[in-house]
């Protein structure tokens, strides 16, 4: 009984301190830009759009400017996607911990199967968002 507490318990800080971190990104902070992969896509098998240009050349090199643009604003995209993810996610794991925290110290006795499954359930989660927040 005393490891899953402790188990809760680190749960809820990891919790604490991603949300501690999204709320520090959100508030006015630069979010990285991510680098387009060289190879090709996964979901296409065609070769990434980065270096094509989107219209005829001209001298000046806007295709360039142009492309560089829309890579950085669909970087921008995917990290605003990632991160609200992440925020939906530390929620729903700060709801988990709760729920578990109350039944453990509630009067009801949960079965060592239930017990088990929900603290399965909220380390999933919890690596799904550590490993979201290390990009």
Known sequence: MRGIWLTANGVLLLAAGSM???QRQGSGGMVPAVPLPSSPSRTT???PMGGMPMGPMDASGNSDILNSRIAQQQARTRNNERQKRIESDTQK???LV???KQ???GDKQLSPADLSKRA???EKLARSVK???KG
């Open 131 to 133: 490993d979201r927040m």
């Open 45 to 47: 098998g065609y070769p």
């Open 93 to 95: 794991l700060v709801g």
């Open 98 to 100: 709760d729920e578990l």
């Open 120 to 122: 399965e359930e909220i």
């Open 103 to 105: 039944q453990v110290q």
């Open 20 to 22: 501690i971190i999204a």
